[in-house]
């Protein structure tokens, strides 16, 4: 096996139980007033193009050596599980044995059934297989091998607490994995991928031979540069999604996507797609570009690791980054590491606002807290304006501390947002919270 993607498999498997915070926060909701809108939303400019413009759009973010090298080592870690031979992961990751958690509707795990997927994971046999094989479409990766949800509290309407605790993280079409098990009724394959290792439908993966793999890896790639592209009927791809170049023509491309076939293998079929749909890879990072695929992620609704379909935080850092060649990691605090990082704990907001100001690259550093991940992308009346998607900001509700104004979606705010919030938690708040810029892609 690669040494390299060993030891970052094995970075990988310390965070396997971990999303976007490591853990989803057990807070509850707070009840909202019909404008939930915090003032930065209603003040900053809720528009990438205007801070692009001021960063300048078509200027270069990384010299073309240095995102080259970025795409390299991107294209390392995306066909990894392809050189893989055995399994990383361990026998007492695979499945937790312990019931816990509520299912939807508000009544807790019963033991009874969570066994029944226990027995059903068939772990002692576990490691069963040892295949190469690719996502037929997009597809979550889970804790254990069910779709039923699990929460940390009770709940009755899932969207409103879209925060499922099985639930790692969303596998876009087209990416190379490595089937190590399978459960006892095979409806579920158990996965090392590029993110992290997990349950899959069987339905949405296929085992892929050495001469599709070898076709894929051979082709220049292409990312997909507007979210819901459609492939084929039933199946789409989104920002971040990296598939083979079969031909080009003009300013558009035709692109490998993988099918089943009636042997059960994986195949390949072409889809020709529009300049606005896809690109090759890696394209030209500037402040232009990256606020053009943002755009397409701005004001989406949040979901915890993928849940719906939707992004987390670090799951709009990494899709919007990938077509750019440059590869973060699955989950916030990883990707609060990357590249050069400049520590900010422990100093005041305006020493904060003063080095993201002086060191930060627009539309390419990231701000970093304990369990969130934004992208920095300039300045508007002389506050750091950050990109992210989140959930919302920590309040006060009578005794409770803990509660949240939820925001819920891709916005633009200062490092303070929800600073004016009469209820806000201020012994702590998130600017407090704000610990570090990394600029990925330097050194």
């Not at 190469?132 to 804790?143: G, H, K, S, Y």
């Not at 309407?157 to 087209?174: C, E, I, K, M, R």
């Not at 993966?205 to 082709?219: C, E, N």
């Not at 915890?304 to 899709?319: H, K, P, Q």
Request: hydrophobic content about 40%; some cysteine.
């Amino acid at each position: 096996m690669n040494k390299q993607y060993s030891l970052f498999c094995c970075f990988l498997l310390l965070f396997t139980l971990t999303a976007c915070a490591g853990k989803s926060p057990k807070v509850p909701v707070t009840a909202q007033a019909n404008d939930t809108r915090i003032a930065d939303e209603k003040t900053f400019p809720q528009d990438l193009n205007y801070f692009a413009k001021k960063a300048g759009n078509k200027r270069e973010l990384l010299d073309r050596t240095q995102q080259l090298e970025q795409d390299r080592r991107y294209n390392s870690i995306f066909f990894g599980p392809w050189s893989m031979s055995r399994a990383n992961t361990k026998k007492a990751d695979v499945c937790i044995r312990k019931a816990r958690g509520y299912k939807l509707g508000g009544l807790r795990w019963p033991q009874d059934e969570w066994d029944v997927i226990v027995a059903n994971a068939n772990v002692s046999t576990y490691p069963s297989l040892a295949q190469p094989a690719i996502t037929l479409r997009n597809t979550d990766l889970r804790q254990i091998p069910t779709h039923e949800a699990r929460y940390d509290k009770a709940i009755t309407n899932a969207p409103s607490y879209p925060f499922d605790d099985f639930q790692y993280s969303l596998l876009a079409v087209g990416m190379p994995v490595f089937i190590t098990h399978a459960s006892a009724d095979r409806r579920w394959y158990f996965l090392e991928t590029p993110l992290a290792a997990g349950w899959v439908d069987a339905n949405d993966v296929a085992p892929v031979d050495g001469t599709l793999a070898s076709t894929w890896k051979s082709h220049d790639l292409a990312a997909i540069t507007k979210d819901k592209t459609s492939l084929a009927p039933g199946i789409f791809a989104n920002v971040g999604a990296i598939l083979p170049i079969a031909e080009k023509s003009g300013s558009s491309l035709t692109l490998y996507y993988p099918v089943r076939e009636d042997n059960g293998w994986a195949g390949l079929r072409t889809v020709k797609l529009s300049s606005n749909q896809a690109q090759a890879k890696p394209l030209p990072i500037t402040p232009g570009n990256v606020a053009r695929l943002g755009s397409e992620m701005f004001g989406q609704k949040y979901g915890w690791g993928g849940m719906y379909g939707l992004r987390d935080c670090s799951a709009t850092t990494r899709d919007l980054l990938a077509p750019f060649g440059i590869w973060l990691p699955r989950n916030s605090r990883a990707q609060a590491r990357t590249g050069v990082v400049q520590n900010l704990e422990g100093l005041s907001k305006e020493e904060k606002e003063h080095i993201i100001q002086q060191f930060g690259t627009p539309f390419l550093s990231l701000i970093g807290l304990p369990g969130h991940i934004t992208m920095y992308v300039g300045v508007y009346d002389g506050q750091a304006a950050i990109l992210h998607n989140v959930w919302g900001v920590r309040t006060v509700d009578g005794a409770n501390t803990n509660a949240r104004h939820v925001i819920g979606k891709t916005l633009i705010t200062s490092i303070a947002p929800g600073a004016e919030l009469p209820d806000l938690y201020r012994p702590v708040s998130f600017v407090d919270r704000v610990r570090s810029l990394s600029t990925p892609g330097v050194r």
